[in-house]
């Protein structure tokens, strides 16, 4: 168990920005830019409108800084989960949805839609385990290859909306 105080608003809305993004870069895969931006809207009365700030960041960034977020995920069962290279909030997020413990076939399966996921988009799938299972997941990645790349990237922002909430719901008390 760590000796860090607990993450309250209190202590997060007196933090300086380092601090700030250093304690919230967990909730956005390897890009804390989005926590570091939100950093100017303090303070936060409630997690929600923590996160809402982090999404408006996300709403007025670039294409190319939406993609990069996209771009940061690792695919549902792929490589990095298989050498367990995936940071801990994925790698317990994609057991949550039992994407650890997948039989030869569904693997099989996974890396097929992950890889014709890749060919059409160009980033990985992106979607909130903690709130499917494997079937519903891999009906969603079936699915969202019909849409077009716009779709497709906002769809991909508003499930990394629903994973970060999450996560600062789980870190963050007020």
């Known amino acids: 168990m760590s000796g860090a105080p607990?993450?309250?608003l209190a202590r997060l809305n007196s933090m300086n920005q380092t601090g700030f993004t250093t304690a919230l870069g967990f909730a956005f895969e390897l890009s804390p830019?989005?926590?570091q931006r939100a950093w100017d809207e303090r303070p936060f009365d409630t997690v929600e409108g923590l996160h809402a700030a982090m999404m408006r960041v996300l709403d007025a960034s670039t294409t190319a800084d939406k993609l990069a977020l996209i771009r940061a995920h690792p695919e549902l069962a792929g490589k990095a989960a298989i050498a367990k290279a995936l940071t801990a909030e994925s790698n317990a997020e994609q057991a949550s949805a039992g994407l650890d413990r997948l039989t030869a076939e569904e693997f099989e399966r996974f890396?097929?839609?992950n890889a014709a996921y890749a060919m059409r988009f160009g980033f990985?799938?992106?979607i909130a385990v903690r709130?499917?299972?494997k079937t519903s997941i891999l009906a969603a990645m079936q699915s969202r290859l019909a849409?077009?790349?716009a779709q497709e990237i906002a769809?991909?922002?508003a499930q990394i909306g629903h994973i970060s909430r999450l996560r600062l719901l789980d870190a963050v008390s007020v």
């Open 155 to 157: 769809e991909a922002i």
């Open 33 to 35: 830019w989005v926590v």
């Open 147 to 149: 849409n077009d790349e």
């Open 131 to 133: 709130l499917n299972d």
């Open 124 to 126: 990985p799938f992106i």
């Open 111 to 113: 890396h097929a839609l």
């Open 6 to 8: 607990p993450l309250t």
